[in-house]
């Protein structure tokens, strides 16, 4: 009887499962939604993608909104004092936030996401935590990541400090992190995020300096190339919290560099280097972790339905031109650097990201 009653049961589950479930046409739209709720957040979609993302574009406006929103999440601690998290204060008091030197570019994005929110009748927590989902679907390789809606707008400012600076030793970066919840391992994985990266304020001279040779697309070549040895010094000099970069054109932070190379986070960062799933996996678990930093869950509404799915990414993990696996500084001593295809042809510059087309 047993195997009976187990039988029934997967019978019945098979049956729930093949069921569509039921969708709500939304007014005045041509989509559909399981939660009528999130009906309102198809035509935040339509003006966001129309309108600062120039029509699901993966270029400088989506990295900025990934960028403002761990500036707005990370204004958090576990102890108390230091912010009340992802509630989009960076926009409510922009007056004082912005100001902050590690806030320095981001009023270029902050302003779009106000305009957006206000037409909308949205809170700047929710649409800072949105855009930042919709700008990673539109990235070739991207994670799907989850959006949850219903953040009361923020009442206090988050104070100056909370954001890591580039040129923070590893120590000070890691005990940062852990203030406001993070292992070392989630911070590595939330610098997935830099492989869709460009640097406009380190170097003025050089807006728009990529982390990696393809800034377009959602991958793990960020992870391979902060690894190759350094050879080049991007416009008149290194600046602050900038190091030799690998390949003419791109540019390294030192944060990044020290990580990759700490024994508390290489082995992490290289386990991400030939595996686009595995990152894939922990950024989205990061990414839903950041963003509800400081909020009760329970007062949120699932709207993850109306995050797009991304474009598949078909090109594997690969050594650029011109390189070699000798050219890898690998540093997790546990396990061997993993052997990657060579990009055929000779070494090439990497061209900047040009900027954003909505003028953000």
């Not at 129309?50 to 999440?73: K, P, Q, W, Y």
């Not at 000070?172 to 852990?178: Q, V």
């Not at 989630?186 to 406009?200: T, Y």
């Not at 595995?278 to 995050?307: P, R, Y």
Request: hydrophobic share 40%; aromatic share 6%; proline share 8%.
């Amino acid at each position: 009887m047993a195997f009976k009653s187990l039988a029934f049961l997967v019978a019945i589950a098979s049956v729930v499962l093949a069921t569509p479930m039921r969708r709500t046409a939304c007014p005045n739209s041509k989509h559909t939604a399981i939660n009528a709720a999130c009906c309102s957040w198809f035509d935040v979609l339509d003006d966001l993608q129309a309108n600062v993302f120039d029509d699901g574009d993966c270029g400088e406006d989506a990295h900025s909104a990934l960028r403002i929103a761990f500036h707005d999440a990370i204004g958090f601690s576990t102890k108390g004092g230091k912010g009340g998290g992802a509630d989009g204060s960076i926009i409510r008091f922009s007056d004082t936030e912005l100001a902050f030197a590690a806030n320095n570019g981001i009023d270029e994005i902050a302003e779009p996401l106000r305009d957006l929110a206000d037409a909308h009748g949205k809170s700047y927590g929710d649409i800072i935590q949105f855009s930042a989902a919709v700008a990673v679907s539109d990235c070739p390789g991207g994670a799907r990541l989850s959006f949850l809606s219903g953040r009361p707008n923020a009442t206090i400012r988050a104070p100056d400090g909370t954001v890591p600076d580039p040129f923070d030793s590893v120590t000070t970066i890691l005990a940062r992190m852990a203030d406001a919840g993070f292992s070392p391992d989630e911070l590595i994985a939330l610098l997935a995020s830099h492989s869709i990266a460009a640097a406009d304020k380190i170097d003025v001279t050089i807006p728009g300096t990529p982390f990696d040779s393809t800034p377009g697309t959602f991958d793990t070549q960020v992870f391979i190339e902060v690894l190759l040895n350094a050879i080049h010094i991007p416009g008149a000099g290194l600046q602050q919290g900038e190091v030799k970069a690998p390949l003419a054109g791109l540019m390294r932070l030192q944060s990044d560099f020290e990580l990759s190379r700490d024994s508390r986070t290489a082995c992490t960062w290289q386990s991400f280097a030939n595996n686009p799933k595995l990152m894939n996996q922990k950024f989205t678990a990061a990414m839903a972790k950041l963003s509800v930093l400081g909020q009760n869950v329970k007062f949120l509404t699932d709207c993850s339905e109306v995050i797009p799915t991304p474009k598949a990414n078909k090109v594997p993990p690969f050594l650029p031109a011109g390189k070699h696996q000798s050219d890898i500084d690998a540093s997790c001593a546990a396990t061997p650097f993993p052997s990657l295809p060579i990009q055929p042809g000779p070494q090439q510059s990497i061209a900047p990201v040009p900027p954003a087309a909505s003028g953000s």
